[in-house]
């Protein structure tokens, strides 16, 4: 079977969804996602997107993404990151993203390692909110065609440029545990086998995390890196492959599957962590990866399988308005976070490295960019700023978007 069109995007989380989205209507867009279209760890995200909230926090926010990244950041991707902030959120906006607002302003919370609250949210489900407003808007273009339970697992190479991918029913193993969603514009799952490929002037890999290939994950297990070890295998250009990000924060269960994350901005917003003796051992707000190490160093020391979060010294009515999920989800485990500590453990959440992109997310192979998390443009060094990915997905899946347009015109 082949398909022929323009655009061919892999993956439909915010960066394959927006690269979508900002590419004119004229142009025919395909786009296949491994899952349903809901199943992508972009719905996940909890805490919020961040923007530059003035010219004055533009200092600021850039040196805490490099302090946070270990100053191994691209200084100059972090600036475009930066400066693109307050158009992309308005973009959200008039998508139908709402954020948090009091008297017609928006609401800015604050996560670890930022020297300010500068992150716009939506309850605890900013991702959810972000993404469906997305994907309701690509399901009412009909220039672009979802393909859901559709896996990559090549690209097309001729003459050392990308001609598109090769594409396949996904196996059922790797169905996403997310609910099916009803109403796909195409589906190639009702077939036992078909092998598709996918003709394209420009090819988008837009595949998300790598989380699937650990045991303890905040990531859905079918996100395995498919789109690295395609690049691999055809002498694309890698980066920091290295560079996994734990989130301190994630809720212990013996249980296997997802972990269920527990926000940074639940210690942004004044939870504290807690030893077997119920004592502090780390400032909270640290980077990630430096809380990540006191906790495990706290565990070796005691023998233990979790430390404790208690989020006593955030009101009870804050909880249940910024947290409500997490609040119900807790309690659906046995925990009333309005009472008691819960138990926390860190696990694999972010992947910083990947296929290396230049500042427009074009990769080292023609025809061929890469946007989001599978990408590497250097935005978050070697750690990521807490709610610094959302933004950076979807400012330079923009950008890809544009170079496409600007090299057809150019042609
Ligand atoms: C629990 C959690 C909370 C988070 N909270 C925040 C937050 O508050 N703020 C923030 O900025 N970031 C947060 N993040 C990170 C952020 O959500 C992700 O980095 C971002 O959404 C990645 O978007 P993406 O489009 O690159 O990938 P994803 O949204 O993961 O989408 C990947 C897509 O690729 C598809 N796919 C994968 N492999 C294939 C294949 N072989 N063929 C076809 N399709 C494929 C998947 O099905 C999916 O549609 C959080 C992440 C998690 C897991």
């Known amino acids: 079977m082949e398909i022929h069109t323009d655009v061919v995007i892999a ?13 004119p209507a004229d142009r025919q867009i395909v786009i296949i996602t491994k899952s349903d279209a809901r199943s992508s760890d972009s719905f996940l995200a909890q805490g ?5 909230r003035d010219e004055e926090d533009y200092d600021s926010y850039f040196e805490d993404t490099l302090r946070a990244g270990h100053y191994e950041n691209r200084k100059e991707s972090v600036d475009i990151m930066i400066r693109e902030s307050r158009s992309v959120i308005c973009d959200l906006v008039e998508y139908g993203v709402r954020f948090e607002q009091e008297n017609g302003e928006f609401v800015y919370t604050r996560e670890g390692a930022h020297s300010r609250p500068r992150i716009l949210f939506h309850e605890d489900i900013t991702g959810e909110e972000i993404t469906s407003s997305l994907l309701k808007r690509v399901r009412e273009r009909p220039n672009i065609t979802l393909y859901e339970y559709t896996t ?11 001609r598109g991918i090769v594409a396949e029913k996904t196996p059922d193993a790797c169905a996403g545990d997310g609910v099916l ?3 796909a514009q195409g589906n190639m799952a009702g077939e036992e086998r078909i092998r598709c490929e996918i003709y394209a002037e420009d090819t988008i890999l837009a595949t998300g995390g790598i989380g699937g290939r650990y045991q303890h994950s905040t990531n859905y297990p079918h ?6 070890d395609i690049a691999k295998n055809h002498g694309i250009r890698l980066e920091h492959l290295d560079y996994v990000q734990i989130h301190p924060t994630t809720l212990y269960s013996d249980k296997p599957g997802r972990r269920f994350l527990i926000s940074e901005s639940v210690r942004g917003e004044g939870a504290v962590l807690y030893n077997e003796k119920k004592e502090r051992f780390v400032d909270e707000l640290l980077p990630r990866d430096v809380v990540t190490k006191a906790i495990h160093e706290q565990m070796e020391e005691e023998g233990t399988k979790h430390v404790w979060l208690s989020m006593a010294p955030i009101p009870t009515e804050k909880i249940r308005k910024h947290f409500p999920h997490i609040y119900e989800h807790c309690l659906e485990e046995g925990y009333d976070v309005t009472k008691e500590c819960i138990p926390v453990v860190p696990a694999q959440h972010y992947f910083m490295g990947g296929i290396w992109v230049d500042s427009d997310s074009h990769t080292s192979m023609e025809g061929l960019y890469a946007v989001g998390e599978t990408s590497c443009n250097g935005v978050h ?5 807490a709610s610094n990915s959302l933004l950076e997905s979807l400012v330079f899946s923009g950008r890809a978007a544009a170079d496409i347009v600007r090299r057809s015109k150019d042609c």
């Open 381 to 385: 060094g070697a750690n990521r700023l």
């Open 223 to 228: 996100l395995t890196g498919d789109a690295i």
């Open 48 to 52: 919020g997107i961040c923007v530059l």
């Open 152 to 162: 990559m697992t090549d690209i097309i190479e001729k003459d050392g440029v990308c």
């Open 11 to 23: 993956g439909c989380g915010v960066a394959g969804l927006y690269s979508a989205l900002k590419l």
């Open 181 to 183: 969603e009803s109403k």
